[in-house]
């Protein structure tokens, strides 16, 4: 649920506002006396403000001024008059997030709080990725006692002290953000941005915008000029996570910004210089998408001038119950528990495949530590964990193409149905968790269904989308 709070001295305005945001997910909240707004929003911090320049009492300066120092990541936008528009814009420079110019329509409002709360749902996405480098080790103070994961925290070190470009290749869940972010925080470039960009979560007719901006009148519907995610990057760095999943047509373009680092929003014709260091990561073998003509092998190339492969959980047994003790210390300490697990617990993680690799092992934990009611976890709290799949057994009667095939739509639809409802019927979060983009996760969903005709869907909760 995102929750918006309006502060304008002029009732009408809100009561205006309130009518054009009534949309499913969203409440919004309208305050007349600004000392009023301000409190509410310094006790219960929204996901919004939408702040009127001028009120009597106290200025939106004063208000953005106080909220800003308290609360400097919620995003505020101004609602300005003609004649106070220089205000607004040097608000913006002090780390307000846009403005709106009175009197505005319903479609610029929409838009203006729709890449907000984006931004507000990346801001918190940052929060919990900076959370995740614990589990991997941050600067000086690696967690991993792996051999093999320790050589590649070296080889990062070591490019992080350059500007090269770093390919990070791993299966799903072995930590390539968290790895990316490493990186970037033992660089120079620490103290600027830190741009994520899943080339997977967009569609084909956004991404290019999205990454590359537009001017105002590119296509229908840009009414204003928008920076895209590259320029954001400018001074920081540009992470371009599941970068196989790129259209051949854009890894053109992009081959283009990453040898000048000059771009052209969309309906521009002005160069505009980007200097930023550029991560990527896949899952993917991207030579074979070299063969089949699906990537450009010189972008690939030039990606690449520095790569490093994570090795999966499954690889890294050392680091299993070292993990394992340290999110449980975690989330013992978040949900208020006292927990600690028995030897042979351990033992257990020990002969688990672990196909979710560190992302996983660390919901397996969260899970345990979240519904046991306290004292110590055992091998039969695993077990009960586990999602229920087909027995092999059960399945020996069948010829081997057939029983691989049920085995494994099972497996797929019980691990996507159990994140599903962690996620609280969410398939945007679940398909995060589960690391893979909608399409796939739904694919997953339904693969049982596909092998047994006449079962119900599992209740997946309504989305709203642009």
Not at 219 to 229: I, N
Not at 299 to 324: G, N
């Amino acid at each position: 649920m995102s929750r918006i709070l309006v502060i304008d001295d002029e009732a009408a305005l809100g009561e205006n506002i309130q009518r054009m945001l009534r949309l499913p997910g969203t409440t919004v909240s309208v305050f007349v006396d600004p000392a009023k707004g301000l409190a509410e929003c310094l006790a219960n911090p929204p996901d919004l403000v939408l702040l009127d320049v001028r009120m009597p009492g106290m200025s939106g300066e004063e208000v953005f001024a106080r909220l800003h120092e308290v609360h400097p990541g919620l995003p505020i936008v101004f609602l300005t008059a003609f004649g106070s528009v220089e205000g607004a814009v040097l608000a913006m420079r002090n780390g307000a997030f846009d403005y709106l110019q009175k009197p505005f329509n319903r479609e610029d409002l929409l838009l203006v709080v729709r890449r907000a709360l984006s931004h507000a749902t990346l801001e918190r996405e940052v929060e919990t990725l900076k959370g995740r480098l614990e589990a991997l080790g941050e600067a000086d103070a690696a967690r991993s006692r792996s051999a093999a994961m320790l050589e590649q925290m070296e080889k990062c070190r070591r490019a992080a002290a350059t500007d090269a470009t770093v390919m990070i290749l791993g299966e799903s869940g072995t930590g390539k953000e968290v790895m990316a972010r490493f990186v970037h925080n033992q660089s120079r470039r620490k103290d600027g941005p830190f741009v994520p960009v899943e080339c997977s979560a967009m569609p084909g007719s956004l991404i290019e915008s999205e990454l590359f901006g537009y001017e105002r009148g590119a296509f229908t519907g840009a009414e204003r000029t928008k920076k895209g995610l590259i320029e954001s990057a400018d001074g920081g760095t540009l992470f371009l996570d599941e970068i196989g999943d790129l259209g051949v047509e854009l890894q053109t373009r992009l081959f283009r910004f990453v040898e000048e680092r000059v771009l052209r929003r969309l309906g521009g014709l002005t160069p505009v210089r980007v200097e930023c260091r550029i991560l990527c990561a896949t899952n993917q073998n991207l030579m074979e998408k070299i063969k089949a003509g699906t990537f450009r092998e010189e972008l690939y190339y030039r990606l690449s001038v520095v790569t490093v492969k994570l090795p999966p959980l499954r690889e890294r047994p050392e680091d299993i119950q070292h993990l394992a003790r340290f999110f449980l210390e975690r989330f013992s300490r978040l949900y208020g528990k006292s927990l600690s697990a028995s030897p042979q617990f351990y033992e257990a993680l020990l002969r688990e495949r672990w196909p979710g690799n560190v992302r996983q092992l660390k919901n397996v934990m969260e899970r345990l530590t979240a519904l046991h009611p306290g004292g110590v976890l055992g091998p039969e709290d695993l077990e009960e964990d586990s999602p229920k799949v087909e027995g092999v057994s059960s399945l020996a009667v069948l010829p081997w193409k057939d029983a691989r095939e049920q085995y494994l739509a099972s497996f797929e639809s019980s691990y996507a149905q159990a994140v599903l409802a962690r996620c609280g019927g969410n398939v945007s979060a679940a398909a995060r968790e589960a690391g893979v983009d909608r399409k796939t996760f739904y694919t997953l969903l339904r693969r049982e269904r596909a092998q047994q005709p006449g079962e119900s869907a599992p209740h997946i909760a309504m989305e709203t989308g642009e």
